[in-house]
């Protein structure tokens, strides 16, 4: 629906009414093999359309397939297999026309009517009312288009687009490389369409109308690309008043009339007003810098686990003879400073916020729908389980795109640093010789073939996210370099020219970054580890790209492996069924066994999840222990799917989180208690800027039958952002766990004797396996559930001071009348044990109007299903 907004100001002018929509429902579309008419044809009122297909605009022709039933669901078992590929179909069968029919009267006056499109892939033709709109083909998939439409509109209001949609040439032949044979890279588009070892290929390349189309109504000047540059100087705290921050703006404005135009551009921050007066001659347009202002003690943006994460809004407006407003934007983001800096003990970059240094915690990120379908609603969700893995990083990969104004708004609410990429791969742009691809080693790095289209599609994608407190970093391309005509431009004239704030690092794992003194890539493990790997073994000081398994549970798998296919994995016979393979299954090879052979596909899935927390915790804390020391940050290889895959996830497709998730979220707190299972040493590390003084640290040892063998209780601090090293417990937990294995649990409280950070490890017996784990007897866990308002939960969940450890529970919210998992859910803890005698809140949190239940099951507790009360 339009939004009208009518701005009066005091002084008793009018300004002209402010209208922008989107046009995102009532498309149609047909192949254009189907017709014959031209686009002038199609594109006239009296042209029939009957019979045509309803459209997704934004989306995807093989959206619209699958939303019309033409095709099945790609993402479900082998259906995949069923969907005509690009390659072998060719061009034609993926080339569609889209015809939209919209109210749009013409303007009297100077009034001016706009037509943008924020993304089509690949190349296309518009027509409006019987007329080309665009002089040449458009060409790209990352490069904006605008169009004045003001004299192409007809008298009476009604109007017809039209737009045929071409898909990349070349299309790429997906033959099971990374990126198939390479080709896909020709263009300037996202490369993971011909498949990867984390997807099958997309079967039409992702044609079509894909980001949104809107229309904007202005005065004689429209204002573009507004820009708002933060400077924070100095070392600043989250809390108290603050120094001044410098605010820098400009703004590009267009006068598509025939007259010479003077005016005011002004802005309006924090109840004040910035002007400048500024002519504009005719046919122009002309980019105008704002005096810098001071902000007086500013509300400023703080990545996640460090501080608040404050937006400002700032209007910018470009009043006709400094009366009348011809055109507004307004820019949302936060006031920061992004540094970087040498750490010469490390030998790897170093990244800070407003003087203060942030040790990276973060995620890789390839897009939220291998299909293109967004929303605002599923990259909050993705988003916020970021924020709660208590992450601060996120890298978007290089084979996929720029992303959307809309992650990056998310990202700014949670608190979520953004290392952007563009688009290069070293598996396609030829990094190494690869015998899956079509062309040599040397023809792949001059990819893609335009290298002017690659250059414009850089400067229009970091106008349109420039302005987001999160983004952080620019990185050239994952795991190299672009061709060196595109990375100088990049790199001296057009990232300093349009935003100047951000390290620029050339690829991924450069020695910029990480010096790769260890040889290799620079990046990696993929697979599963010990988890004393990831605290003996040194990699990469700050690793772009290290991670592990991540199967879902049960219920995960159930929504797209059928149920024939619901056979899990045998290692030792070396068997997985053919619908897990074609899901990109990574192994688990022998680090089930410990936890007892897998059963059946119920019982693989739970050992899976326990698996899953310990690699995840492991990580972190392997990284976290050598903070400063061994290393700057690290980035998990990778954090979510936007296709069904069974590997690299904290959650998956369908936003149900697994035990990945909440085993990070422990090992990545923000101030945590933690133990080096090859050593014993019990070790505090602090994230954040300030000194936690009179901390608790208990240390128990628990057996398999709930007995306590108490250890220590010591009163210490830490200060911030550091790691201290209390005590070691080796000795006694090797002399404990020698028979069945033993539990060790870590708490440190405050000086309230509030819990700050709770930690459990299962430590096997001296043969490694978990013995007693595998025979530990009913725990009667009692639970409760009380509702705190809309869409929030407490679950109070109680354990015998007789019983056992309640071991590995999960809390679910259920729809009371179908019994099915609400997602997305958001829990503030989960796959969670209890002592014997303790008690535990969980509070849940969603979006569902249903009536709901808290269902609970564990290692040892039986599952129970619980009413809200």
């Known amino acids: 629906m339009r939004k009208l907004i009518w701005l009066i100001l005091l002084a008793g002018h009018v300004t002209l009414a402010q209208d922008r929509y989107e046009l995102n429902s009532g498309w149609v579309c047909a192949a254009i093999g189907s017709l014959k008419a031209t686009g002038e044809k199609i594109s006239e009122a009296s042209y029939s359309t009957k019979g045509w297909m309803p459209a997704t605009v934004p989306g995807t022709v093989l959206t619209t397939l699958l939303n019309n039933k033409k095709v099945p669901d790609p993402f479900y078992g082998m259906n995949n297999e069923k969907i005509p590929d690009i390659y072998k179909t060719g061009r034609d069968h993926y080339t569609y026309w889209f015809v939209k029919d919209f109210t749009e009267k013409a303007p009297a006056g100077n009034q001016q009517v706009w037509l943008h499109f924020r993304g089509v892939n690949y190349s296309c033709d518009v027509f409006l009312n019987g007329k080309k709109v665009n002089s040449a083909r458009h060409y790209g998939m990352f490069l904006r288009q605008t169009y004045n439409i003001t004299k192409l509109l007809n008298s009476n209001g009604a109007n017809r687009l039209a737009v045929v949609v071409y898909p990349i040439d070349p299309v790429g032949n997906p033959n099971g490389g990374q990126g198939g044979d390479g080709t896909i890279a020709r263009n300037v588009s996202h490369q993971y369409v011909a498949g990867w070892d984390w997807i099958q290929p997309i079967r039409d390349r992702n044609t079509g109308i894909w980001d949104k189309v809107t229309i904007e109504r202005t005065g004689s000047i429209n204002i573009k690309n507004p820009h708002v540059i933060t400077k924070v100087p100095g070392v600043r705290e989250p809390k ?364 693989f899935t739970r050992k899976a999840q326990v698996v899953n927390y310990e690699q995840y915790r492991a990580l972190a804390e392997g990284f976290s222990n050598r903070m400063w020391d061994w290393y700057t940050g690290f980035i998990i290889w990778k954090t979510q799917n936007p296709w069904t895959a069974l590997r690299g996830q904290m959650y998956d497709y369908y936003l149900d989180p697994n035990a990945c998730l909440f085993g990070l979220r422990n090992g990545s707190e923000p101030v945590h208690v933690m133990c080096n299972p090859t050593d014993g040493m019990v070790t505090i590390v602090n994230n954040t800027f300030e000194e936690q003084r009179n901390l608790m640290l208990v240390v128990r040892f628990y057996d398999h039958s709930g007995k306590d063998s108490f250890v220590t209780q010591v009163l210490t601090y830490i200060e911030p952002s550091s790691v201290k090293r209390i005590l070691s417990v080796k000795e006694l937990m090797t002399s404990l766990a020698k028979s069945k294995g033993i539990f060790l649990s870590l708490q440190l409280l405050d000086d309230k004797k509030q819990v700050v950070s709770d930690n459990l490890y299962c430590i096997p017996d001296e043969l490694g396996i978990h013995s007693g784990l595998q025979g530990l007897g009913h725990a009667g866990l009692k639970v409760k559930a009380n509702s705190l308002g809309k869409g929030k939960i407490e679950v109070t969940l109680t354990n015998g001071v007789t019983e056992p450890v309640a071991f590995f529970n999960r809390v679910t919210l259920l729809d009371a009348n179908k019994k099915e998992r609400v997602l997305p859910v958001f829990y503030s803890d989960n796959y969670f044990s209890l002592l014997p005698g303790s008690e535990k809140k969980i509070v849940v949190e969603y979006d569902n109007a249903n009536a709901v239940l808290i269902s609970v099951e564990g290692w040892n507790v039986s599952p129970q299903e619980v009413k809200v009360q």
């Not at 598509?256 to 921050?269: D, F, H, R, S």
């Not at 404050?310 to 055109?327: H, I, K, P, S, W």
């Not at 023809?443 to 850089?458: A, E, G, W």
Request: proline share 6%; net charge negative; hydrophobic share 35%.
């Open 240 to 603: 108290g008043p603050q120094e001044p921050a410098q605010i820098i703006a400009s703004a590009e404005l267009e006068n598509p009339t025939a007259a010479k135009i003077e005016g005011v551009l002004q802005y309006q921050l924090d109840g004040q007003t910035v002007k400048q007066p500024v002519t504009i001659e005719p046919g122009t347009v002309k980019e105008v810098t704002l005096p810098a202002y001071q902000l007086n003690n500013p509300k400023l943006w703080w990545p996640s686990g460090y501080g608040p994460q404050n937006l400002y809004a700032v209007r910018f407006q470009f009043l006709q003879d400094g009366q009348t407003v011809t055109d507004e934007e307004t820019v949302t983001t936060g006031v920061r400073e992004i540094q970087t800096t040498w750490n010469t003990t490390t030998r790897s970059k170093q990244v800070a916020v407003n003087g203060q240094k942030i040790f990276i915690k973060g995620g890789n990120w390839i897009i939220s729908d291998a299909m293109l379908r967004f929303s605002d609603q599923r990259y909050d969700a993705e988003i916020r389980y970021h924020h709660d893995m208590n992450l601060n990083l996120i890298r978007v990969w290089g084979g996929a795109l720029i992303e959307r104004p809309e992650f990056y708004n998310a990202c700014d609410k949670y608190g979520l640093l953004v290392m952007q990429d563009f688009w290069m791969s070293g598996d396609c742009n030829g990094r190494w010789v690869d015998p899956m691809k079509s062309e040599d080693q040397w023809t792949r790095r001059k990819y893609p073939n335009d290298h002017t289209l690659f250059l414009q599609s850089v400067t229009d994608q970091v106008k349109l996210v420039r302005n987001h407190a999160s983004l952080a970093i620019w990185c050239g391309g994952n795991e190299i370099t672009p061709p060196e005509d595109i990375l100088r431009p990049m790199k001296d004239s057009i990232l300093p020219a349009l935003d100047g704030t951000r390290w620029f690092v050339d690829y991924s794992n450069s020695d910029e970054m990480s010096y790769n003194a260890l040889g290799g890539n620079g990046d990696g493990p993929y697979g599963i580890q010990d988890p004393t790997h990831f605290w003996e073994h040194r990699t990469f000081p700050f690793n772009s790209e290290v991670g592990s398994v991540g199967v879902g549970d049960y219920e995960s798998l159930r929504r797209f492996v059928p149920q024939l296919n619901m056979q899990f994995p045998q290692y030792k016979l070396k068997k997985v069924d053919s619908v897990w393979e074609y899901h990109k299954y990574i192994g688990y090879d022998q680090y089930l066994d410990p936890y007892g052979e897998p059963k059946d596909i119920a019982d």
